[in-house]
């Protein structure tokens, strides 16, 4: 993978973070990337709507599993500012997502807010799993950026 490109793509998730939290919702983000580097889908956290699981990563994946089919899902790569938690984790075994890349594990978004989440590994969810899903992150180029986010979010908890 292209290193300016994989930065393009860990900057985006981080856009539509912020936009997130701009319109009242958790600063996460996610996006859909298929094999030719192509962005296909685009999503914010949503928890704010009132629906605790709609998470972007989740609602991402519900999203892509409804409109490309499973052979093609293993091939995409979802990149994601916040590292899928296990309920996220498990909509991509479900849906046949091949690659996950993340750039905060959620270990380190829970030192941050001092806890509160499900303090789980994506790659511990995937290895009960029959799926040899790729994980990778963090992404450390933009991690200052992503804790500046956080520690906005977190300082808005008032
Ligand atoms: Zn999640």
Redesign the pocket.
Known sequence: MDEQKEARYFEKTLEIAREAMEKGHDPFGSILVDDRGEILMEQRNDVGSGDPTR?D??TLISRAALAYPPEFLWTCTVYAAME?????TGSAFWANIGHIKYLMSEHHLGELTGGGGLDLPSTEVVAHGSKDIQIEGPYEPLLPEMEDLMREWIKSWG
Not at 84 to 88: A, E, N, R, S, V
């Open positions: 998470h990563t989740n899928p938690c296990c309920m996220c």
